[in-house]
């Protein structure tokens, strides 16, 4: 999964080093408008927004993300400071924590909120014969481990959490590359190849994740909606 954080001092900076210790993929902003711009052009899973920021209010930054529905956003408040998480909910914040949180619990709250975001009620994703467990990190079909590496297990994981949306590959792209040393696009279609093997051999439906030429991979329940439109 990926998290888009406002990294404006010291406190964020240690949480995003956290974040990507406990195997999630960071988008650092360093201003308002920074993490505007990313939300409006990258992929997230969910958005951590600090109050301090130097050119806008975070209230600011929440209304705006609100028009976009980029993802589920969670703001860090002050120790203590009810008036602050609650001016922050008012604002549009899906959900608040103290600055003072420990990581794994800021971890475990980021990844149910995206997973309630998605529409699952469970930790454990599961589609037909497939099941994604997003807390452990694994992917199996029939009860069967996948082996999957880092990238194929996150490709796996963003389509699960789409699956009632085709994901394109610049889409794609942005969730695992974020603009970051990004390799042919057409790596996506190696990836895919891959993955629907690993699926075919441990006796899964490898159809369940297909291409549309020019519109992107619809997986799971979106393969029937996009076959019958």
Known sequence: MRVLLSDTNWTTSTIAHDLKQAGLYVTLAHSGEDLMEHAKAGEQDFILLDMDMPDMT??????????LA????????????????????????????EVTVDSAELVARLIAMARCYAGFSSAELSLGSLTVDVFERRACVHGKPMHLSRLEY???????????RLASRDQIMAQLYAWEDEPDARIIDVYICRIRAKITELGGEPEMISASVGRGYPFGDALPKMLAA
């Open 70 to 97: 980029a993802a589920p956003v969670s703001v860090m408040t002050p120790a203590g400071d009810v008036d602050a998480r609650i001016k922050a909910f008012n604002a549009g914040a899906d959900d608040c924590v």
């Open 58 to 67: 975070v209230f600011e930054v929440l209304r705006g993300l609100s028009f």
């Open 154 to 164: 996150e490709l796996v994981e963003m389509l699960v959490l789409r699956r009632s």
